[in-house]
């Protein structure tokens, strides 16, 4: 129904800034609500910060509240995760996911689909 793909990870130093970008494969973006998920190494999938079908409702975690920023453009067929003020314990593979819903979410499974990921590393 929806492939997504995830780009824009790599290496950056503490206090750098860093734009993910989620592309999207369906003729029907605007009913998917989108969120992103982050998992460090040995750890599980926890969620970072979802959006609304049109944009107007967005929730993230309470570590990267006021740092990260979640948009997307449905023209476009895209959501990004703007990320500043990154922090070591922000190193992860970044994952976006899309559910068919009016509503967000904040759990792993409350999603359908999802991307490959992409690594994202802050060094101190």
């Known amino acids: 129904q929806v492939q997504l793909v995830e780009s824009g990870g790599g290496l950056v130093q503490a206090g750098d800034s860093l734009r993910l970008s989620c592309t999207a494969s369906t003729r029907t973006f605007s009913n998917y609500v989108v969120g992103w998920f982050r998992q460090a190494p040995g750890k599980e999938r926890t969620f970072v910060a979802t959006i609304s079908r049109l944009g107007g409702t967005t929730y993230y975690t309470e570590s990267v509240k006021g740092r990260f920023t979640i948009s997307r453009d449905n023209a476009k067929n895209t959501v990004d995760l703007q990320m500043t003020s990154l922090k070591p314990e922000d190193t992860a593979v970044y994952y976006c996911?899309?559910?068919?819903?009016?509503?967000?979410?904040?759990?792993?499974?409350?999603?359908?689909?999802w991307g490959q990921g992409t690594q994202v590393t802050v060094s101190s």
């Open positions: 996911a899309a559910r068919v819903s009016s509503l967000t979410s904040q759990y792993v499974t409350s999603y359908d689909y």
